[in-house]
């Protein structure tokens, strides 16, 4: 990797614009043509130092925020179609199966979410009607502190393997 490769890197840390052509900018910024962007790109993930390239969406910006994690209690012997069912709808983010303690009794953990409150609670009553599981709380987002898919960029992190 050269030191365009490591700018490259860190400018794409920041977010793709959603533009026509979205290689143009990064390119400006680094000098180099669209085309030279794309192919250092695609040389990187060959080389496996990018092992994914994906999109990040703010739900709250496509007017999403009714965000709630929806713990349930699910008989053991029935976790894994439960699991399956729930994770079928576009509402469901997340599925987690998680270990019970004493004072916690939920072993499935789904994140759903939805403009409202309401359509949020709804589509719960009508999943647990449907999947027959009646024990289950709603835990609604209050305040997001913290979201990131991954660290800042530094020499470690791109380490090849």
Known sequence: ???TDWEMLSFLQEGIPLVREPFSDLAERLGITPDEAVERLRTLQEEKVIRKFGLFVWKSRLGVA???MVVWKVP????????????????VTHCYQRR????WR??????IHGREREGVTDFV???SDRVGVRDYAIL???KEFVRRSTGPIGP???RKQ
């Open 140 to 142: 609604f987002s209050v």
């Open 156 to 158: 470690s992190r791109f």
């Open 66 to 68: 009714a965000n709630a």
């Open 125 to 127: 009553k009508r999943l």
């Open 100 to 103: 019970t303690t004493p004072k």
């Open 106 to 111: 939920y072993n499935l953990y789904t994140m």
């Open 1 to 3: 990797m050269d030191k």
């Open 76 to 91: 053991s012997n029935r976790i894994q179609d439960v699991a399956e069912f729930l994770s079928e709808f576009r509402e």
